[in-house]
C-alpha cells in the first residue's frame, strides 16, 4: 500500500484505516525513506522558514482543546500593537525571513479593517514577502478584504473530519460545516490555503485519521499543519494524553506521499514532545519550521498547550542554530517566499 501511495495511486480509507492501525518500525522506516524521496523531487533538500508572530491571544471561542479558549479566566491576554507586529516583521526580514504568518485568537479588535492595514503594511516594508494569516474563521467578504490587502495564504485546520468527532472538540457554536465553508471560500478566493489536523486529541482513532487523509487528498490543500495535541491544565481536556511523536511522524509521512508538492511544517507542537521532534518532522517528510518572531515577553502567553517552547532554539533569533540543526541531516535552510510548487512559475 505503501509502494501504491508513492506511486501516485490512491488509498480507501479503509487502507488507510489499516496502514494506521498496524504500523510499526519497519513500516514507518520504508514510508519516511519514500516520504523523503517524494519530497526531494519537488523540493530538493530546501527547508522553508516562516517567521510566526502570536499577534492576540485574545478568543471569542471556547474550543475544548485549546488553552487561549474564552472561559480560560487564568489565561493571561495581550494583543500587539500594530507598530510592534511591524517590528517583529522588519526584525524577521533581516534574520532572512521571507514569509510572515500571523496567527492568533479569534479577536474582535482586529477587525478588517485594523488586518487589511496590517497586511499592507508588511508588504510594504518587507517587500518581495508572502503574509499568511491564521486568524480562524470569517465570512467570505472578510477573506475576499484580507487577499486584496495584499494577503497571500491563510492556514485553518480543519481539525477532525469526523463531523461527530468534531462535535465532541468543540462546543455547539462551531461546526464542522461552517469550517468547510471557510476552507473553500479560501480556496476559491484564490489563496494557497492550508488545513490540518491534531494528531492523539481525544476520541480519535485510526478511522478518525483515515477520514483525515482522505479529506485532504479530497480538498488538495497546499500546505498541511499537523502536530501533536498536548494538553493544557486549564481547558477541559487537561487531563487527556498528549498525541505520541511517533504517530505524528507517521501521519507526517503519510500526508508527504499522499500530497508529495505539500508544503508541511515540522510544528511547534512536535519540538514541545520531543527536544529533536523538528529533525525528526523533517527526516519524516516535513519540508517548513515555524520560528516564533513574536515579542519574548508575550510568548509564554500564547499558551495553546502545556510546556510550549519558547525560548532557545525554537525562537527567531536562533535562526543560525536551525540552519546548523538542519544542516547536520542533511538540509538547507534557505531565504526565500517558498511557494507551494503547483503555484510557482516553474
Ligand atoms: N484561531 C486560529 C488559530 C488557532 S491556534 C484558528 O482557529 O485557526 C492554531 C492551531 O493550534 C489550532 O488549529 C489547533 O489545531 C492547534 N491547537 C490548539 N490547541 C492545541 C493543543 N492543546 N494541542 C495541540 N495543538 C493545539
Known amino acids: 500500500m505503501i509502494d501504491r501511495l508513492y506511486g501516485g495511486g490512491e488509498l480507501s480509507r479503509e487502507e488507510y484505516a489499516y496502514l494506521i492501525r498496524n504500523r510499526g518500525d519497519d513500516s514507518a522506516r520504508y514510508l519516511f525513506s519514500l516520504a523523503a524521496k517524494a519530497r526531494e523531487r519537488y523540493y530538493g533538500n530546501k527547508i522553508y ?21 474564552r472561559s480560560n479566566k487564568n489565561a493571561d491576554r495581550y494583543r500587539l500593537e500594530v507598530s510592534e507586529i511591524l517590528d517583529c516583521c522588519k526584525e524577521g526580514f533581516e534574520l532572512g525571513f521571507r514569509t510572515f504568518v500571523l496567527q492568533g485568537g479569534e479577536d474582535g479588535y482586529f477587525n478588517d479593517e485594523r488586518l487589511c492595514r496590517i497586511v499592507r503594511e508588511i508588504k510594504r516594508l518587507c517587500p518581495g514577502c508572502a503574509v499568511t494569516l491564521s486568524v480562524g474563521e470569517k465570512s467570505r467578504g472578510s477573506y475576499q478584504a484580507y487577499f486584496d490587502a495584499g494577503a497571500d495564504r491563510y492556514l485553518l485546520r480543519h481539525e477532525t473530519a ?5 462535535e465532541k472538540l468543540h462546543p455547539k457554536e462551531l461546526s464542522a460545516e461552517n469550517r468547510l465553508r471557510c476552507l473553500h471560500d479560501l480556496k476559491e478566493i484564490g489563496y494557497q490555503v492550508g488545513t490540518g489536523f491534531m494528531v492523539g486529541s481525544p476520541y480519535q482513532t485510526a478511522d478518525e485519521l483515515a477520514m483525515d487523509m482522505m479529506f485532504i487528498k479530497a480538498f488538495q490543500p497546499h500546505m498541511v499543519g499537523i502536530g501533536p ?19 505524528t511522524l507517521f501521519m507526517l509521512g503519510l500526508v508527504r506521499l499522499t500530497l508529495p508538492a505539500a508544503l508541511l511544517p515540522a510544528t511547534t507542537a512536535l519540538g514541545t514532545i520531543d527536544p529533536e521532534g523538528r529533525e525528526k518532522g523533517v527526516l519524516a517528510g516535513a519540508n517548513v519550521v515555524m520560528p516564533n518572531l513574536s515579542p519574548p515577553s508575550v510568548r509564554k502567553k500564547y499558551q495553546l498547550y502545556d510546556n510550549k517552547i519558547c525560548t532557545g532554539c525554537e525562537s527567531a533569533q536562533s535562526v543560525d542554530d536551525l540552519r546548523k540543526r538542519m544542516s547536520r541531516i542533511g538540509y538547507d535552510v534557505v531565504v526565500d517566499r517558498g511557494d507551494a510548487v503547483s503555484i510557482s512559475k516553474n
Open 162 to 166: 469526523d463531523v461527530r468527532h468534531y
Open 49 to 69: 522558514i516562516r517567521g510566526l508572530i502570536e499577534f492576540t491571544n485574545y478568543c471569542k471561542n471556547d474550543c475544548f482543546y485549546c488553552g487561549i479558549r
Open 229 to 247: 495535541f498536548v494538553p493544557h491544565h486549564d481547558t477541559p481536556f487537561g487531563n487527556e494524553k498528549a498525541g505520541t511523536l511517533e504517530l
